[in-house]
């Protein structure tokens, strides 16, 4: 599906939903498919076995964590988050970008929504509260996990109930904690720009004065339709979908954070900070906004400079003290000017070629971690 029908077209609304409540336009039947390889169905089986079997551990396992020190419980979580993909067939890889390095405080975590998936994957990264709506606190299993990893629930069918959410994440967030939320508030097929990004929860990081934390999921090249859990797709169904898929990739990307402070006043448009802060949010995740870039440019361009100058100052010193080593001539002596033949200046140059200087751009590219 392309990304103008996927953004354009109008979304079938669920019977009994709230009409403030987005819907994304992607729907099981048109974007939930595999066109790539495939697994046979008795190794798919066995990565649903080993997939099922490594969520109820952690089901298991959460009530006694639970009691541990927070640094031991915060590398288990994500080593368990970090075994789930793994178990089901995705191999990950995890990129972090220049100027992505942690606050030490609270932070609120974004990033865009696919799967189920994006979950265990941004928990295997950036552990944190998770933000769900109170249905899950319902589901089998996996509410009961939910619950011990101490998940924030919100009711999103009453509009009421909106400013309280928004105090809870805050509270929160002061506190020290960080929060994970997909603020597109829908699943959507990841062959688009996906939706926009609701703006409530980032008042939340504006009023705590804590930074954003963009992260973007991207899935491997046709493994978006096969990943994608969206509309009223079961969720066994796209467990098997995600087994049959042969070599599923699955990208994270942290972004470096924006502070929610600079957005704190009333836009020059004359809207609130929280929706500036969510569309600049959205333009990370998408890619579309290259002040990093820009940045780690001039980065790079300043560390050239600051060489060439260097080597320009030592190619002086080095002249100055052969100059100086070398003998003053006999006042009666005349200098002699002594030219090489051309042939052999012709050869000089050809076996030494002019050297330019060339700046590196390591620095701008994203470290990167290969979890297979």
Known sequence: ????????????????????????????????????AARPPLRAALRLLAGCAWVLLGVVCAAPVRLLPRGPRM????????????????????????YARGTGGGELVVANHISWLDIPLVAAVLPGRMLAKTEVRDWPLLGRLAGFGSTLFIDRDRLRALPGAVGTVAAALRSGSRVVVFPEGSTWCGRGRGGPFRPAVFQAAIDAEVCVRPVRITYGTGGAGAAAFVGDDPLTASLWRVVRAAGLTAEVSVLPSIPARAYASVSAHGEPGRRELARAARA????????????TARTARTGTTARTAVTARTAVTARGAAKAATPSPAPTALPVPIQAPAAATT??????????????????????????
Do not use: K
Not at 9 to 14: F, I, S, V
Not at 77 to 98: D, M, N, Q
Not at 284 to 295: C, F, M, P
Not at 348 to 370: E, H, L, W
């Open 1 to 36: 599906m392309s990304a103008s029908r996927t953004e354009d077209r109008t979304a079938p609304r669920p019977a009994g939903t709230s009409p403030w409540l987005p819907v994304a336009p992607c729907t099981p039947a048109s974007c939930a498919r595999h066109t790539g």
């Open 347 to 372: 050869s000089a140059a050809r076996r030494s070629p002019p050297q330019t200087a060339v700046a590196s751009d390591r620095a701008n590219r994203p470290s990167v971690s290969v979890h297979h």
């Open 75 to 98: 590398w288990l979580l994500r080593y368990w988050a970090r075994g789930i993909p793994r178990a089901f067939g995705v191999r990950v890889t995890v990129r972090v970008h220049p």
């Open 284 to 295: 990370a995740v998408l890619g579309s906004d290259r002040t990093t870039t820009r940045r």
